[in-house]
């Protein structure tokens, strides 16, 4: 069965660095979500991708943040100058669109440690 | 913004059992769907279960169903036979129609399951 597989499983970055998150989608969806999971609290929603442009962002999602689909299979998350508070798991996400299709498929998660 | 709360930050079952996870949410929208994950010490999110708004009958699948009451915007999940393997943390997660296609999460249910 497809699944969303997610590079690397751990990053561990000095604050102030730039990351980027890499995701590949299941291969017939055409929507992508990166969320964020601070360690003891809830999944949050960091933005959407569809037709190669950001079709829904949180609060969060600030200039900081990022995401990109630069070839057909890869959905990247950079964070520029990272922050100790960027701390987290962050999960991305796909599904294939259209009304029964909304089961979003995640990730196993790339956890961001920022010293 | 739609709130989702799971009152029950820790629960407990003897193998073999059965255990009830409690979820409500908030809304105004009329169709929407909503989706129990389940996120083991690996921390990937499997989707448990699914259940489309408009559709009174509720969802089952194995040992997982779930007890949806619109009125009383209620979610909650039932796994029956409890299994050691079961043991992990489940999310409750709302994803409306009108709202775009993020989901919005519950703070979680950390499900201990005793030999």
Same mark, same amino acid.
């Given at each position: 069965?497809?699944?969303?597989?997610?590079?690397?499983?751990?990053?561990?970055?000095?604050?102030?660095?730039?990351?980027?998150?890499?995701?590949?989608?299941?291969?017939?969806?055409?929507?992508?979500?990166?969320?964020?999971?601070?360690?003891?609290?809830?999944?949050?929603?960091?933005?959407?991708?569809?037709?190669?442009?950001?079709?829904?962002?949180?609060?969060?999602?600030?200039?900081?943040?990022?995401?990109?689909?630069?070839?057909?299979?890869?959905?990247?998350?950079?964070?520029?100058?990272?922050?100790?508070?960027?701390?987290?798991?962050?999960?991305?996400?796909?599904?294939?669109?259209?009304?029964?299709?909304?089961?979003?498929?995640?990730?196993?998660?790339?956890?961001?440690?920022?010293? | 913004?739609?709130?989702?709360?799971?009152?029950?930050?820790?629960?407990?079952?003897?193998?073999?059992?059965?255990?009830?996870?409690?979820?409500?949410?908030?809304?105004?929208?009329?169709?929407?769907?909503? $989706?129990?994950? !389940?996120?083991?010490? @690996?921390?990937?999110?499997?989707?448990?279960?699914?259940?489309? &708004? %408009?559709?009174?009958? #509720?969802?089952?699948?194995?040992?997982?169903?779930?007890?949806?009451?619109?009125?009383?915007?209620? $979610?909650?999940? !039932?796994?029956?036979? @409890?299994?050691?393997?079961?043991?992990?943390?489940?999310?409750? &997660? %709302?994803?409306?129609? #009108?709202?775009?296609?993020?989901?919005?999460?519950?703070?979680?249910?950390?499900?201990?399951?005793?030999?």
């Amino acid at each position: 069965e497809p699944e969303v597989t997610q590079t690397p499983s751990h990053q561990v970055t000095q604050m102030g660095q730039e990351v980027i998150l890499r995701c590949v989608p299941i291969s017939n969806h055409l929507y992508f979500y990166w969320y964020r999971q601070i360690l003891g609290q809830k999944v949050e929603f960091l933005v959407s991708f569809y037709n190669n442009e950001i079709s829904e962002k949180s609060e969060i999602f600030d200039d900081q943040f990022s995401v990109e689909r630069p070839d057909g299979s890869n959905f990247t998350l950079k964070i520029r100058s990272t922050k100790l508070e960027d701390s987290a798991m962050y999960f991305c996400a796909s599904n294939r669109g259209g009304r029964g299709t909304d089961t979003q498929y995640f990730g196993p998660g790339t956890r961001l440690t920022v010293l | 913004a739609q709130t989702v709360t799971q009152s029950q930050p820790e629960m407990s079952v003897q193998e073999a059992e059965t255990v009830t996870l409690s979820c409500t949410y908030d809304t105004s929208e009329s169709d929407y769907y909503l $989706f129990w994950y !389940k996120q083991p010490p @690996s921390r990937q999110m499997i989707l448990v279960i699914r259940q489309e &708004a %408009y559709k009174q009958q #509720n969802a089952t699948e194995n040992r997982f169903s779930v007890n949806f009451q619109k009125a009383a915007k209620s $979610f909650s999940l !039932k796994i029956s036979d @409890s299994q050691l393997g079961d043991a992990a943390m489940y999310f409750c &997660a %709302y994803r409306g129609t #009108n709202t775009g296609n993020q989901f919005y999460f519950g703070t979680g249910t950390s499900l201990t399951v005793i030999p």
